[in-house]
């Protein structure tokens, strides 16, 4: 509608030159044709030549004017119902972002971060919030950790998160055989998912004395294993169903024996499906190139806190997955948490 009145405006004002031009030639061509039969005047008729062509643009001219703030107002009145909009729009908006940044701190104040000397996290969201989850308890002689991934991304994973993280909190502190432990976890989001969400799930619980582990993954990614004398493998794990999708579901649980000094990597698929712009992804392969070679690079433990080394191995494998992708943005939360068998 604007460049349209603004268009037909510049047209009436060419038009308005053409005119005087027009005009200003005829009044020429008469006083010539005066100046022939009275040779005397040619200075009179030039003034009133010059005299009609300044009158015919001032009239142009004050009419564009007037033109001008017809077209103006017009324009203002149809585009004051946008203007209006994008207003609220952009008022939305901005309450909508603190609302999400709101959130996005309630849900990082939820994740544990005071890791004992074993252990360290890390959880990156791609949005403002995200449906990846860790915890860890330490109890006794017991470490629990897991590690979890809600289907989807942004608030519903988000909720998802929160229930199974509060879950997996309460349901850890009561000491029940993995097996058992998943399958409260499962009761308990199940009932709360009516939207057909979805959560693989890693949990662990470490001896600290003997080193055996105990763990049951519900459909989750591999973790690696990296012992300290030997090349590193992902740990074979039974089937067992994603939390959520069915209840009175039976979790088998196993377990093993490890060395000191053996390290468990958990991670989402944030880390294995991290993309190129050309789409190539991380994959397991890059994954297994950087766990033989990352112990390499460690801390001293001597001269460095000591979760040191663990939370060296967090940021080393974020940071090969950061080059990895060169820029592209993150689509999909990562969290890696890395374990240390003493």
Known sequence: MSWTILGVASAIFVVSQLAVAVASNVILGREVRKTAIVPEEPLRFLLRSS???????VIAL????????VCRRIIRTKTRPITDELQTTATANERMESELNMARDIQMGMLNTDF???IYALMNPAKEVGGDLYDFTLKDDNLYFAI???SGKGMPASLMMAITNATLHIVEGLDLPLD????????SVSEANNSGIFVTLFVARVNLKTRHVDYCNAGHCPVLVIPPDDEPYFLKAKSNIAIGLFK????DAEGLDLK?????VAYTDGVTEAEKKDQT?????????WAKHVVETLPETSTQPNNSQERAIVESLYASVNAFAEGNPQNDDITIMSVKIN
């Open 51 to 57: 005299e009609m062509q300044i009158t015919l643009i």
């Open 62 to 69: 004050v009419s564009l004017l007037v033109l001008y703030f």
């Open 116 to 118: 004992p000397p074993q």
């Open 148 to 150: 979890g991934d809600v």
């Open 180 to 187: 058992k432990t998943l399958r409260r976890i499962n009761d």
């Open 248 to 251: 009175d579901f039976a979790y």
């Open 260 to 264: 000191a000094g053996t390290r468990i």
């Open 281 to 289: 992804q991380y994959g397991k392969d890059r994954l297994m190139d």
